[in-house]
């Protein structure tokens, strides 16, 4: 019996020590804050994609990055919740319709910067300049190049015509990227002949939605299907595993208004005490090394025209992208969604 | 307090487009996960008590090994092994070309994918309960001529009822607040709804009102495990068992069967995350000694917290048995039935207010540098507290509850002044459950995603989150490093709950 009192008693003595020795060290951390040589970063991209950035920046400026990474929806809510006291000095997050959000939450303040002004795009930024994209991303037609000839495909469009009738694969419609994609569709022709293309997407499936691009990629190679719609870069990773792999991009729309293109993007919280530093990083991210390193990490194409991406994105090929604002995507996002879910995209 | 703002035209919405197949699919998957972890769960149990057959020792404790991993990772191994493009229908397309496919996504997908990760709740109370149940009544059952078959069906199951029942209903808790799982597959229920109502929509108010629509179904839970307390079992002493042994050929069928289980459960997954592990070595450095120390503090700083304050309230139910204390307690461990996500941002919200509300004004008055509960360790220990209350309580109060009454009073007669039992007999006592409660606890914390990945201090990086990092963007394949290791993690103290002399066989 005391045997069994005493391995409760050390089970109990252990949790105390643990949870002391962690206190004492978040007060510590909490007293820090005050210095300003650091940046807090709330993202929402993942930490392998920013870690090596925030190293460099540190590295070279001498300006630590503390972050938190998670999904936007929390973060934008933690955000605005605790307002003027947030720790936070830049959002940093994937999806248009994410920064969108956002800036219409007033939890962003705009940057009065000439240097990002000029680097990034007009369509590519806040018409208030309360955020700015920094990579941008191309959701683009995937088919299984021994199936389907290139001259087969024309527009996204196309894709609810019935030839296609049990060869198309897509990602579920909870996926922002998707739901961006139906904005502009929106956006483009009007809600009711934006459901009837959808409705068609989802009479051609040949199987349930899948939960993530590259499953809906490997069911194209398995013969599931034949065509899908995907990320370029979840395309490239497939590619960079397995260089002779039977999948191929293609470019729609071509002819009219371009490819889908979302972005990710970046903010200065009303609530920073330390704005100039946050510009400051934001500038160096926009330029340069930095804006190609933060594209290539991902594969993706830099915000700035001036900067070249990486080879094998430029392997793809050019391609004549869709200008709409892309605001377009947070403004609409709410209708897309609906309108996905009377069309039965799940 | 959400249904204040009504939100008519997301609600006409949801009613028009969802909320019938949201219904039907948490109902669907509620049964077709309690059908499979009862018939694994107890038929397994059963076989591991009442027969002698090769590799029973190893069998009876391997069988708690599946609890080691998370719902979402086994939800995307499974899918990377049995899914169209894996490698067993892909192999059959091969022998058969004119193969079409198995759709391995649906309501059956998902229900095996959870009754694997599940069953051990089931298996692990119905295995205590079996014994529990003294020879003489299976002696007598099989004197009157009853064959093994309906031994089990008919005095057997009833009499394990109830310990069926409480694994049962942690069972289905679990389904309900899943997420990780059902977002693999793609498959709608109340919890991704709820995601959808916030993320897609922005509506913090209509994400809160599903919610509660969810604690109705929690609700219809706790009834079950109501029903489960109504009839407690006289449990006779525990003697020594007598196995029936299996002749050659029954024996190793049994065998052949259990194990397959274990492979499918446990073998292949831990395969195929190995296998992943040395095609994609994900930049292994010390960091990840990190997560590994993180993962290891949080579960056990919430462990030691969960099991002293649920031991707490399991005495005084068992001192007070009023009708308040019970609702109270029925309403503190309803929080394992919420989704991660909505209890935390409920946390978050509140706690901010109390940070901007009390805490704030008192220590500027006082001329302090504010500290804030938001964003610290307090938060997410509370967020584990209230989502796994009922992980510590339930095991503590059904101990309490299954005493005889003769044990206290001995102790009294002896002298031992009220306040003194816990400490000369109730601690001594129930301290194996206590440790086991702790046990479950630091598991289910160390495997915790949504809460986690919310509240977490800055630098709080753990492996629960890790994995996160890279499933989201559907890299599978990279997150098995840290899945593996999240998995080892948590397999030293399931080993180590099957290694006790109460487990041991008797």
Same mark, same amino acid.
């Given at each position: 019996?005391?045997?069994?009192?005493?391995?409760?008693?050390?089970?109990?003595?252990?949790?105390?020590?643990?949870?002391?020795?962690?206190?004492?060290?978040?007060?510590?951390? %909490?007293?820090?804050?005050?210095?300003?040589?650091?940046?807090?970063?709330?993202?929402?991209?993942?930490?392998?994609?920013?870690?090596?950035?925030?190293?460099?920046?540190?590295?070279?400026?001498?300006?630590?990055?503390?972050?938190?990474?998670?999904?936007?929806?929390?973060?934008?809510?933690?955000?605005?919740?605790?307002?003027?006291?947030?720790?936070?000095?830049?959002?940093?997050?994937?999806?248009?319709?994410?920064?969108?959000?956002?800036?219409?939450? /007033?939890?962003? %303040?705009?940057?009065?910067?000439?240097?990002?002004?000029?680097?990034?795009?007009?369509?590519?930024?806040?018409?208030?300049?309360?955020?700015?994209?920094?990579?941008?991303?191309?959701?683009?037609?995937?088919? %299984?190049?021994?199936?389907?000839?290139?001259?087969?495909?024309?527009?996204?469009?196309?894709?609810?015509?019935?030839?296609?009738?049990?060869?198309?694969?897509?990602?579920?419609?909870?996926?922002?990227?998707?739901?961006?994609?139906?904005?502009?569709?929106?956006?483009?022709?009007?809600?009711?002949?934006?459901?009837?293309?959808?409705?068609?997407?989802?009479?051609?499936? %040949?199987?349930?939605?899948?939960? /993530?691009?590259?499953?809906?990629?490997?069911?194209?190679?398995?013969?599931?299907?034949?065509?899908?719609?995907?990320?370029?870069?979840?395309?490239?990773?497939?590619?960079?595993?397995?260089?002779?792999?039977?999948?191929?991009?293609?470019?729609?729309?071509?002819?009219?208004?371009?490819?889908?293109? /979302?972005?990710?993007?970046?903010?200065?919280?009303?609530?920073?005490?330390?704005?100039?530093?946050?510009?400051?990083?934001?500038?160096?991210?926009?330029?340069?090394?930095?804006?190609?390193?933060?594209? /290539?990490?991902?594969?993706?194409?830099?915000?700035?025209?001036?900067?070249?991406?990486?080879?094998?994105?430029?392997?793809?090929?050019?391609?004549?992208?869709?200008?709409?604002?892309?605001?377009?995507?947070?403004?609409?996002?709410?209708?897309?969604?609906?309108?996905?879910?009377?069309?039965?995209?799940? | 307090?959400?249904?204040?703002?009504?939100?008519?035209?997301?609600?006409?919405?949801?009613?028009?487009?969802?909320?019938?197949?949201?219904?039907?699919?948490?109902?669907?998957?509620?049964?077709?996960?309690?059908?499979?972890?009862?018939?694994?769960?107890?038929?397994?149990?059963?076989?591991?008590?009442?027969?002698?057959?090769?590799?029973?020792?190893?069998?009876?404790?391997?069988?708690?090994?599946?609890?080691?991993?998370?719902?979402?990772?086994?939800?995307?191994?499974?899918?990377?092994?049995?899914?169209?493009?894996?490698?067993?229908?892909?192999?059959?397309?091969?022998?058969?070309? !004119?193969?079409?496919?198995?759709?391995?996504?649906?309501?059956?997908?998902?229900?095996?994918?959870?009754?694997?990760?599940?069953?051990?709740?089931?298996?692990?109370?119905?295995?205590?309960?079996?014994?529990?149940?003294?020879?003489?009544?299976? !002696?007598?059952?099989?004197?009157?001529?009853?064959?093994?078959?309906?031994?089990?069906?008919?005095?057997?199951?009833? $009499?394990?009822?109830?310990?069926?029942?409480?694994?049962?209903?942690?069972?289905?808790? !679990?389904?309900?607040?899943?997420?990780?799982?059902?977002?693999?597959?793609?498959?709608?229920?109340?919890?991704?709804?709820?995601?959808?109502?916030?993320?897609?929509?922005?509506?913090?108010?209509?994400?809160?009102?599903?919610?509660?629509?969810?604690?109705?179904?929690?609700?219809?839970?706790?009834?079950?495990?109501?029903?489960?307390?109504?009839?407690?079992?006289?449990?006779?002493?525990?003697?020594?068992?007598?196995?029936?042994?299996?002749?050659?050929?029954?024996?190793?069928?049994?065998?052949?069967?259990?194990?397959?289980?274990?492979?499918?459960?446990?073998?292949?997954?831990?395969?195929?995350?190995?296998?992943?592990?040395?095609?994609?070595?994900?930049?292994?450095?010390?960091?990840?000694?990190?997560?590994?120390?993180? @993962?290891?503090?949080?579960?056990?700083?919430?462990?030691?917290?969960?099991?002293?304050?649920?031991?707490?309230?399991?005495?005084?139910?068992?001192?007070?048995?009023?009708?308040?204390?019970?609702?109270?307690?029925? #309403? #503190?461990?309803?929080?394992?039935?919420?989704?991660? @996500?909505?209890?935390?941002?409920?946390? $978050?919200?509140?706690?901010?207010?109390?940070?901007?509300?009390?805490?704030?004004?008192? #220590?500027?008055?006082?001329?302090?540098?504010?500290?804030?509960?938001?964003?610290?360790?307090?938060?997410?220990?509370?967020?584990?507290?209230?989502?796994?209350?009922?992980?510590?309580?339930?095991?503590?109060?059904?101990?309490?509850?299954?005493?005889?009454? @003769?044990?206290?009073?001995?102790?009294?007669?002896?002298?031992?002044?009220?306040?003194?039992?816990?400490?000369?007999?109730?601690?001594?006592?129930?301290?194996?459950?206590?440790? $086991?409660?702790?046990? #479950?606890?630091?598991?289910?914390?160390?495997?915790?995603?949504?809460?986690?990945?919310?509240?977490?201090?800055?630098?709080?990086?753990?492996?629960?989150?890790?994995?996160? !990092?890279?499933?989201?963007?559907?890299?599978?394949?990279?997150?098995?490093?840290?899945?593996?290791?999240?998995?080892?993690?948590?397999?030293?103290?399931?080993?180590?709950?099957?290694?006790?002399?109460?487990?041991?066989?008797?």
């Amino acid at each position: 019996m005391s045997l069994r009192a005493s391995s409760w008693l050390q089970v109990s003595l252990a949790a105390l020590a643990a949870t002391w020795s962690l206190v004492v060290p978040t007060v510590s951390q %909490a007293e820090s804050s005050a210095k300003a040589d650091k940046l807090v970063v709330y993202s929402s991209r993942k930490e392998h994609l920013i870690k090596p950035l925030f190293d460099r920046y540190e590295k070279e400026k001498g300006v630590k990055i503390e972050y938190i990474t998670g999904e936007a929806g929390p973060l934008i809510t933690r955000l605005k919740r605790e307002g003027k006291k947030s720790p936070a000095d830049i959002l940093m997050t994937v999806d248009a319709g994410n920064l969108w959000y956002a800036a219409s939450q /007033n939890i962003l %303040a705009p940057i009065d910067s000439p240097i990002l002004e000029s680097s990034i795009p007009s369509h590519l930024q806040d018409a208030q300049n309360r955020w700015f994209a920094f990579t941008k991303r191309a959701r683009t037609i995937v088919y %299984a190049t021994d199936r389907v000839k290139p001259e087969e495909l024309s527009t996204y469009e196309d894709l609810a015509d019935k030839k296609w009738r049990g060869r198309l694969c897509l990602r579920t419609s909870k996926k922002v990227y998707n739901q961006s994609l139906v904005a502009t569709l929106i956006e483009t022709h009007g809600e009711k002949k934006a459901e009837a293309i959808v409705k068609g997407w989802v009479d051609n499936l %040949a199987t349930d939605v899948f939960s /993530n691009d590259t499953k809906a990629m490997e069911a194209v190679m398995a013969g599931q299907c034949d065509v899908t719609i995907v990320n370029t870069y979840y395309f490239g990773r497939l590619q960079k595993a397995n260089p002779n792999i039977k999948l191929a991009i293609f470019w729609p729309n071509q002819q009219d208004r371009g490819v889908h293109v /979302n972005v990710s993007g970046a903010g200065i919280t009303q609530a920073s005490q330390h704005k100039a530093e946050a510009q400051a990083f934001l500038t160096w991210l926009s330029q340069g090394e930095a804006q190609a390193m933060f594209a /290539n990490l991902n594969q993706e194409f830099p915000a700035n025209p001036e900067v070249p991406s990486s080879k094998e994105v430029q392997a793809w090929g050019t391609f004549k992208e869709d200008s709409v604002a892309i605001e377009v995507a947070g403004k609409r996002q709410q209708q897309a969604i609906q309108l996905m879910d009377r069309a039965g995209y799940r | 307090m959400s249904w204040a703002h009504s939100q008519p035209e997301v609600w006409s919405h949801l009613w028009q487009t969802q909320l019938p197949r949201l219904i039907g699919n948490t109902l669907s998957l509620l049964v077709g996960v309690g059908v499979g972890v009862t018939f694994i769960g107890v038929l397994s149990a059963w076989c591991v008590t009442h027969y002698e057959f090769p590799g029973r020792r190893w069998i009876e404790w391997a069988l708690m090994l599946p609890l080691a991993i998370p719902p979402y990772v086994m939800a995307f191994v499974f899918l990377g092994i049995w899914d169209f493009s894996g490698p067993i229908q892909q192999s059959i397309k091969a022998i058969y070309p !004119e193969f079409q496919y198995i759709n391995m996504r649906g309501t059956v997908g998902v229900s095996i994918v959870l009754s694997l990760v599940l069953y051990p709740y089931v298996y692990l109370t119905s295995r205590a309960a079996f014994y529990r149940l003294g020879n003489s009544q299976l !002696e007598a059952a099989r004197l009157l001529g009853m064959n093994s078959w309906r031994t089990f069906l008919h005095v057997g199951l009833p $009499m394990a009822k109830p310990g069926v029942l409480v694994g049962l209903s942690l069972v289905m808790m !679990e389904t309900l607040a899943d997420f990780g799982a059902v977002a693999v597959f793609n498959f709608d229920t109340f919890t991704t709804a709820i995601y959808k109502a916030w993320y897609g929509f922005f509506n913090l108010e209509a994400a809160a009102q599903l919610a509660s629509l969810l604690l109705i179904m929690v609700a219809l839970v706790a009834w079950l495990e109501i029903q489960a307390r109504k009839h407690p079992v006289s449990c006779g002493r525990t003697e020594r068992r007598e196995r029936r042994h299996l002749n050659l050929c029954r024996g190793w069928c049994l065998t052949l069967f259990l194990c397959s289980l274990l492979i499918i459960a446990f073998g292949l997954p831990l395969i195929r995350l190995i296998i992943w592990s040395i095609d994609y070595p994900t930049e292994l450095d010390m960091r990840f000694l990190g997560f590994i120390l993180n @993962s290891l503090a949080l579960g056990s700083i919430a462990g030691g917290c969960l099991v002293i304050t649920g031991f707490l309230l399991a005495w005084y139910r068992h001192q007070h048995p009023h009708r308040t204390v019970t609702l109270f307690g029925r #309403m #503190m461990t309803a929080g394992y039935a919420l989704p991660g @996500s909505v209890l935390a941002v409920g946390i $978050m919200l509140i706690l901010i207010g109390t940070d901007q509300v009390i805490i704030a004004p008192i #220590m500027e008055s006082l001329g302090w540098e504010p500290w804030v509960l938001a964003g610290s360790l307090f938060g997410l220990i509370l967020a584990y507290w209230i989502r796994f209350f009922s992980v510590a309580h339930n095991p503590l109060h059904a101990a309490f509850y299954s005493l005889t009454p @003769s044990l206290p009073e001995a102790a009294r007669s002896l002298g031992v002044p009220e306040k003194g039992l816990i400490w000369r007999l109730y601690l001594p006592l129930f301290s194996p459950t206590c440790l $086991m409660a702790f046990i #479950m606890v630091a598991i289910d914390v160390m495997k915790e995603m949504p809460a986690t990945l919310l509240l977490r201090p800055f630098g709080w990086e753990t492996l629960a989150v890790k994995v996160y !990092e890279l499933t989201a963007e559907g890299e599978w394949e990279r997150a098995a490093m840290p899945a593996l290791l999240l998995v080892a993690l948590s397999l030293i103290p399931v080993i180590y709950l099957t290694r006790r002399s109460d487990f041991k066989s008797r």
